[in-house]
């Protein structure tokens, strides 16, 4: 068995997910402690221009037209030959959409394990996974045979796992890959004009105890006074008072502001999980016992129709005195 580390990118319309260069940094470390080297495994057509900034040993890329973008059998057919002709010490995925829908087939059709949600590398090599929405941690090592590893954001930044120059590019023929079963039909762009959520600093989270669409009013003043932007939790979403794009969640965006307020929300694990990025968490729930306390750094049981006109009044005030 090779004790190099393995990494499958990501890559959506021509851009590297930052999840990738995520993995290439949690590969590093897995990689010197095994003694190995990273591997970028690239699968598109033509593409081979995206491994430039890769922080990896080598690159292998896979170029085939129906590679052009994701599919899950796809990339399935590649990597499952890849892992039978090479044995890598382990092959890191993204725990995404993508990611998992390739590494749970993967595990079960060749038998082999898979650890899930890993956030980083511990000194002695094992893998550090975070499970319970991010309240357990728990080191796992590494089996004798390849494993599949999912890695989560968060551990790493994007930055630690690009490089000062580009790395070999050593381009491999791919599997038959006719009679696909599933392939892309169209992206769906969140609405014209919308934000990322992913990408703000300051995110003011409104959850089922907004009670009401009209009462989205007083989180956008609020949000619009602290120069940030209005986001939901599941509830909110699924009553279309906001787009799906401003969903947090499992099922919607992970996000890493410097500021988290959340107000009216409960803390179910599905949202919390995508939040323990966060700088500074503030939550504001009447009841006491709320799960969204236990990550925040702050917390108030204060009706938050008192507190937010009140609050926004402040900051206003404290922006012009």
């Not at 590679?67 to 890598?88: C, M, N, W």
């Not at 959340?262 to 503030?282: F, M, N, Q, R, Y």
Request: with cysteine; net charge negative; aromatic share 4%.
């Amino acid at each position: 068995m090779s004790q190099d580390v393995y990494v499958a990118i990501e890559h959506v319309q021509g851009q590297v997910a930052d999840i990738s260069y995520v993995m290439l940094r949690a590969a590093r470390e897995l990689a010197t402690r095994a003694g190995g080297g990273v591997v970028a495994i690239l699968m598109g057509h033509q593409a081979s221009g995206l491994a430039e900034a890769m922080a990896a040993d080598r690159v292998i890329y896979f170029d085939h037209p129906a590679l052009k973008e994701f599919t899950p059998e796809a990339y399935q057919r590649v990597l499952a030959g890849l892992i039978h002709d090479d044995s890598p010490r382990a092959l890191l995925l993204g725990n995404t959409t993508i990611g998992s829908d390739v590494a749970s087939v993967l595990s079960a059709r060749l038998g082999i394990p898979l650890v899930s949600s890993c956030r980083t590398v511990s000194p002695d090599g094992k893998l550090v996974v975070q499970t319970c929405g991010g309240k357990i941690m728990a080191e796992v090592e590494l089996a004798a045979t390849t494993t599949l590893v999912t890695v989560i954001p968060g551990g790493y930044s994007p930055e630690e796992g690009k490089g000062a120059k580009a790395p070999e590019v050593v381009t491999r023929q791919a599997p038959a890959l006719e009679g696909l079963r599933v392939r892309l039909s169209k992206y769906i762009e969140p609405e014209a004009g919308d934000v990322d959520i992913s990408k703000e600093s300051v995110l003011v989270a409104v959850g089922r105890g907004i009670q009401q669409e009209g009462n989205l009013e007083l989180a956008e003043e609020l949000a619009k006074a602290l120069g940030g932007t209005v986001c939901a939790s599941r509830p909110v979403v699924d009553q279309g008072w906001l787009p799906v794009s401003r969903l947090v969640g499992k099922s919607g965006k992970r996000v890493n502001p410097k500021l988290y307020l959340a107000l009216g929300i409960s803390g179910a694990p599905e949202h919390v999980e995508a939040l323990t990025d966060s700088e500074t968490i503030i939550a504001v729930n009447t009841d006491p016992a709320a799960p969204i306390f236990s990550v925040a750094k702050y917390g108030s049981t204060v009706d938050l129709f008192e507190l937010v006109p009140v609050l926004t009044e402040r900051i206003r005030g404290a922006k012009t005195s």
